[in-house]
């Protein structure tokens, strides 16, 4: 059983997106990667104005300062946590 988070898309790989990891983003939204599998996450970018969102920011620039490991922005958090707050952001 699960539920929908409409304001989060699933990223979808081709098998040469995938090789490559360059998959495009539609014009309003943002890759993240979130969890120790760094699972991507795409979110609409007005969610960068919300607190909620902007403590998980300042976790990551915390953690990661600007350098991120998989050269997106990586949020420090688990999968569900990630998921719980932004449930509640659209």
């Not at 929908?4 to 998959?23: D, E, M, T």
């Not at 953690?63 to 949020?75: A, D, K, S, V, W």
């Amino acid at each position: 059983m699960g539920f929908r988070l409409p304001g989060i898309r699933k990223a979808s790989f081709s098998a040469n997106q995938a090789s490559s990891k360059a998959v495009d983003v539609e014009k309003g939204y943002l890759a993240v990667y979130v969890g120790e599998k760094m699972r991507r996450f795409v979110i609409p970018v007005s969610y960068l104005n919300k607190p909620s969102f902007q403590d998980l920011l300042s976790q990551a620039e915390e953690e990661f300062g600007y350098h991120h490991p998989n050269g997106g922005l990586t949020i420090p958090c688990s999968e569900d946590v990630f998921q719980h707050i932004t449930s509640f952001l659209n």
